[in-house]
């Protein structure tokens, strides 16, 4: 079942990058103490992530921080060069969004929103969703009904919930 507001995020292993090189962290522990915002995507580079989900995120990140958002971080499974040079590329890393690498799935599949799609190659990817987390508890969630589509999990949308 997936996650749902009300509900804490599960510890899973993710990777960031620091200035000293790949990190893993614990996401649970990470966003423990902290008001953030957390969307998950199906991959780095591809058309809808590319062009309308990361960049409503780097659009709203100053209207985040304005309500009281300590960090906006966007998690995809991919690995985390991967990550870094997408992060790098859009301006999300420059505009402050914390890029992180679920490389495994491990945080797709623990908090139920993992998908398998054949045709495109996505293996265990995470479904389109957005939400707002305080000290590790889910205050609000949106998640994307259809595939292709950045519309309930725009960060226009998120802002208009926070």
Excluded at 2 to 7: L, N, Q, S, Y
Excluded at 63 to 74: A, Q, S
Excluded at 123 to 141: E, L, N, T
Aim: charged residues 20%.
């Amino acid at each position: 079942m997936p996650i749902a507001k009300g509900d804490r995020i599960p510890s899973a292993n993710v990777i960031r990058m620091t200035d000293s090189g790949p990190e893993s962290i614990d996401i649970a522990d990470y966003v423990a103490g902290k008001r953030v915002v957390l969307f998950g995507l199906p991959g780095a580079y591809t058309s809808t992530c590319t062009m309308a989900h990361l960049p409503s995120f780097i659009r709203t990140y100053d209207d985040f921080m304005e309500k009281g958002v300590d960090e906006v971080i966007c998690v995809a499974v991919n690995d985390i060069q991967v990550m870094t040079h997408w992060g790098g590329t859009t301006g999300a890393t420059e505009t402050g969004i914390t890029m992180l690498a679920d490389w495994n799935s491990e945080f797709a599949k623990a908090i139920g929103l993992n998908f398998t799609a054949p045709p495109v190659g996505f293996i265990d990817r995470i479904a389109r969703c957005a939400m707002v987390v305080s000290d590790g508890a889910v205050d609000v969630i949106q998640i994307e009904e259809g595939r292709g589509v950045c519309e309930m999990t725009a960060g226009e949308t998120l802002l208009e919930m926070v």
